[in-house]
């Protein structure tokens, strides 16, 4: 059973950091594009970044750029997002997602992931 297991998440004051892990198990997603999506309540699912198989291509949703940094360690099986510099607005459940095809791009595209995670909340404070 494929599973992607978000953890890192929490309170955070405006300002401050968090790391963001996602540990994939019941198959190996070292050949996967992986990408990290927010979700605020009342507003649609976006993406926030993402990075392709061998962690040679990143992309990053402009509001972010910058602040997080996407990164994968392929031996563990995880992927990670580190957020420093966080704002209020950066407050969502964070999910993690990743393809089952070959992951030659750091798609921004929720459509090309088939994979999802449950998310963690990150909650910033003003």
């Known amino acids: 059973q494929v599973q992607l297991v978000e953890s890192g998440g929490g309170l955070v004051q405006a300002g401050g950091s968090l790391r963001l892990s996602c540990a994939a198990s019941g198959r190996t997603f070292s050949r996967s594009g992986m990408g990290w999506f927010r979700q605020a309540p009342g507003k649609e699912r976006e993406f926030v970044a993402a990075v392709n198989w061998s962690g040679g291509s990143t992309s990053y949703a402009n509001s972010v750029k910058g602040r997080f940094t996407i990164s994968r360690d392929n031996a563990k099986n995880t992927v990670y997002l580190q957020m420093n510099s966080l704002k209020p607005e950066d407050t969502a459940v964070y999910l993690c997602?990743?393809?089952?095809?070959?992951?030659?791009?750091?798609?921004?595209?929720?459509?090309?992931?088939?994979?999802w995670g449950q998310g963690t909340q990150v909650t910033v404070s003003s």
């Open positions: 997602a990743a393809t089952n095809t070959f992951g030659w791009t750091a798609s921004s595209r929720a459509r090309e992931y088939d994979y």
